[in-house]
């Protein structure tokens, strides 16, 4: 970065020396060969009535006056070029053929200019015709030499390349200083990403400032947090799973070891331990099935059969699989239900969900209580709550009541035969239903779950007439 930078910045100062250079370049010249096309015109006016007059003297003295008091040589031409006069006497009678004489000589010009190098200098040539009775009678010639310009131009080229060089070093610790004050942080970010890839995701980074580095910081901190959470989640899934897969197998172990060191096994008790034996192999069985449907649900490998379905008849006949379980309990269940309640989903999966719900229900009434199953219409949705007067869940527990294997009273959970994810189970058939489930409770007052699922149109909505024109059902 600090190399493109620095690049970018050579060429563009590079770029601005040598347009500065060769503007100062055009000022100095121009304004000299003005300065000296002007002392050249008023040569050619002095020295009109010399050469009209062909006093030569006179020529001879007023060059020697001009190259004197300007520093610069001067010299009378005829008209064709011909040098009549020479301040430094040395090209008399040669025929010149610069550009700045021809084009007087043809007529083209009354005042010229041109550049001229005569080994390592620079001399300016400046002429002007020589008007003497209104027609032309000879041209002047002035030369002068510029290396002052060139040498002037040669320190202002030195003086920029020399702030050329101390913006560029400005510029240069300017761009470092940046690049590393926006390196810095991408590069702790970096450290602390490589960190957590080897330890762990505790660790989070400095978020400093509001910029895009800062909100980087804020995105990786928490899908950090995300991960560490799902990371203890895992543990604790490990480990409930493992805890509850252990006790049905060390009852088994303990059941099957006592009938083995039995010497002789009486009929009644080895019946007595093997209905243990197999009511243990069917809590395995329900918690290693609860625990796959699970996992369905997390991969979205879980297939469902959606269709248009009644809610208020799968609400019914669910309930009606569970009289018999109230009655047992001392429980009574009130059924409050809208009919024509349709919505689009898995019957087998939404039965499910309303048999843990009020099966739920059912195992924390007390005898004498009772439980409200209502299904209702609103707006858009369906909503479908159990209701019941229970012993209520602590307000402590309650947002984790839908965690796996969680339990508000293990003791009592574990004699009723959960397998603490049946909530679990009903959430996640709720979500892939696109609805949502509530709760609302209080200890030793009751509990209420809420679901909330997208209504469905009746596929049957109208009548069909009968043959005497009126409808039935």
């Known amino acids: 970065m600090v190399l493109s930078a620095v690049t970018a910045m050579a060429l563009g100062f590079g770029f601005l020396m040598l347009a500065a250079t060769q503007l100062t370049a055009s000022f100095l010249i121009e304004r000299r060969a003005k300065e000296n096309l002007h002392i050249v015109d008023a040569f050619a006016l002095e020295a009109a009535p010399l050469v009209g007059g062909f006093d030569a003297e006179g020529i001879q003295a007023l060059l020697a006056e001009q190259a004197y008091l300007h520093t610069a040589r001067f010299l009378v031409l005829s008209p064709d070029g011909t040098v009549w006069a020479d301040s430094l006497s040395s090209l008399n009678g040669l025929r010149l053929a610069h550009g700045e004489v021809l084009d007087l000589s043809a007529g083209r010009a009354t005042l010229s200019q041109g550049l001229h190098q005569a080994g390592d200098t620079w001399l300016g040539y400046y002429a002007s015709t020589i008007v003497f009775d209104r027609s032309t009678v000879g041209i002047a010639l002035m030369s002068s030499s510029l290396q002052d310009v060139f040498d002037q131009l040669a320190s202002i080229r030195q003086a920029l390349f020399s702030y050329f060089l101390l913006a560029l070093l400005l510029a240069a610790a300017l761009a470092f200083w940046l690049t590393q004050l926006i390196i810095r942080p991408i590069n702790e970010l970096n450290d602390v990403m490589r960190v957590a890839g080897r330890e762990g995701f505790a660790l989070r980074a400095r978020v400093r400032g509001r910029d895009e580095v800062a909100q980087l910081s804020q995105s990786f901190n928490a899908m950090s947090e995300r991960l560490q959470n799902l990371d203890q989640m895992r543990n604790e899934f490990i480990s409930n799973a493992s805890h509850e897969l252990k006790t049905p197998l060390s009852a088994i172990k303990v059941m099957a070891e006592s009938l083995l060191s039995l010497e002789t096994i009486d009929e009644g008790h080895a019946r007595e331990f093997l209905e243990d034996i197999n ?64 919505v689009e989903g898995d019957a087998l999966r939404l039965s499910q969900a309303i048999y843990n719900l009020v099966d739920n229900a059912i195992k924390y009434t007390k005898e004498g209580g009772r439980i409200w199953v209502s299904l209702r219409h609103e707006g858009q949705n369906v909503v479908f709550t159990v209701r019941d007067t229970g012993i209520g869940i602590p307000k402590a527990a309650l947002s984790h009541i839908f965690d796996r294997f969680y339990r508000v009273d293990k ?32 200890e030793d007052e009751g509990t209420a779950f809420t679901v909330i699922l997208p209504a469905a149109q009746d596929p049957e909505p109208y009548d069909e007439p009968d043959e005497a024109g009126g409808s039935q059902p």
Not at 305 to 333: C, D, W
Not at 433 to 441: A, F, M, Q, T, Y
């Open 279 to 342: 009511g243990e192999v069917d809590r395995l069985n329900l918690i290693v099935q609860d625990l796959l449907t699970l996992v369905r649900f997390d991969g979205r490998q879980l297939p469902l059969q959606k269709e248009y379905l009644s809610l208020s008849e799968l609400v019914f006949n669910t309930v009606a699989r569970l009289a018999q379980l109230a009655r047992r309990a001392g429980v009574e269940i009130k059924l409050e239900l809208d009919e024509a309640l349709y």
């Open 411 to 442: 003791a009592r959970s574990r004699a009723t035969g959960g397998t603490g994810l049946g909530l679990s189970i009903v959430q996640n058939i709720v979500r892939v239903h696109d609805g949502e489930i509530l709760v609302d409770s209080a």
